[in-house]
């Protein structure tokens, strides 16, 4: 028998991740997780002409924003802050920080990040910014990435973003070409009794495959919905659409990656 090399914690984690393509994680570091948070409400609150006296506060600001700002306001805002936070360089590393380990039991340890993180908002009611069921592996993106949901307010039912299961899903995949000049409703039609809507408070995070047809819909809830999207993957595994450097830029390349992408062989070696 092959002797098991991982710990029964990375077993679990893979199992429910292989069976699912999702696993939801407790955030791993709190202070990364409420850095992020105070950054993104104290920028939506100064382009708001509003201030945020205490942390007590953050939460009911951002699940209530929708008393200050219509859903045709709403996109400049998330643009502008989008490119602020991104703007902070300690950003994108509190971002990792929140699921490194997680990360690393499912991706690997050699990874490459998105180097845009994404915001979205959603506001009660609102059909302005809503993302039809899809897999970004569709669109240019490669099969092994991963991308990690970072919610900024507690999200569920329609507040939260949807995920086939992942066995219809397969079933559906493997004959899409059915679906030829078919709608996407009508797509989401035929898998909406088998989507979950996420449950995701404030404090856990979402890891999960792209290639796993997915979305969301009118937020049917009374608060607005904040979360961050980014993708990860191995630095060797295959690219797509999404380049490495472009697109991804390498976070945690070990030292003998490096050592052997830049050895060359000596000149003429092959030949007698
Ligand atoms: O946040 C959502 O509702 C969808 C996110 C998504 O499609 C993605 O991150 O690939
Ligand atoms: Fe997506």
Not at 127 to 136: F, T, Y
Not at 241 to 252: A, H, M
């Amino acid at each position: 028998m092959i002797p098991d090399f991982l710990t029964d914690h990375e077993k679990e984690l893979s199992d429910s991740f292989l069976k699912k393509k999702y696993v939801i994680v407790p955030a791993e570091s709190m202070s990364s997780l409420h850095a992020i948070r105070k950054k993104i409400a104290t920028t939506a609150a100064d382009l708001l002409g509003k201030s945020i006296q205490d942390d007590k506060e953050i939460d009911s600001f951002l699940n209530n924003i929708h008393h200050h700002v219509s859903g045709k306001e709403l996109n400049d805002i998330r643009v502008k802050i989008i490119v602020e936070m991104n703007r902070e360089p300690w950003f994108r590393k509190a971002y990792y920080d929140v699921a490194r380990v997680a990360l690393s039991m499912l991706a690997g340890n050699e990874l490459v990040m998105q180097r845009r993180i994404n915001l979205s908002i959603q506001l009660p009611n609102d059909d302005s910014s809503l993302l039809p069921v899809h897999a970004d592996v569709w669109a240019g993106d490669s099969p092994y990435e991963i991308v990690l949901w970072i919610p900024l307010v507690d999200c569920y039912e329609t507040k939260s973003m949807f995920i086939a299961n992942a066995d219809v899903d397969e079933q559906i995949q493997a004959k899409f070409k059915q679906f030829q000049g078919k709608s996407t409703e009508d797509l989401f039609n035929t898998i909406e009794k088998d989507v979950e809507f996420l449950r995701v408070p404030y404090g856990s995070v979402l890891l999960f495959s792209q290639n796993v047809m997915h979305g969301n819909r009118i937020n049917r809830e009374n608060t607005t919905r904040w979360s961050m999207n980014c993708r990860f993957k191995n630095i060797l595994t295959p690219y797509h659409g999404k380049k490495l450097c472009e697109f991804f830029e390498p976070i945690t390349i070990r030292p003998l990656t490096r050592v052997g992408m830049s050895y060359k062989l000596p000149e003429d070696f092959y030949e007698e």
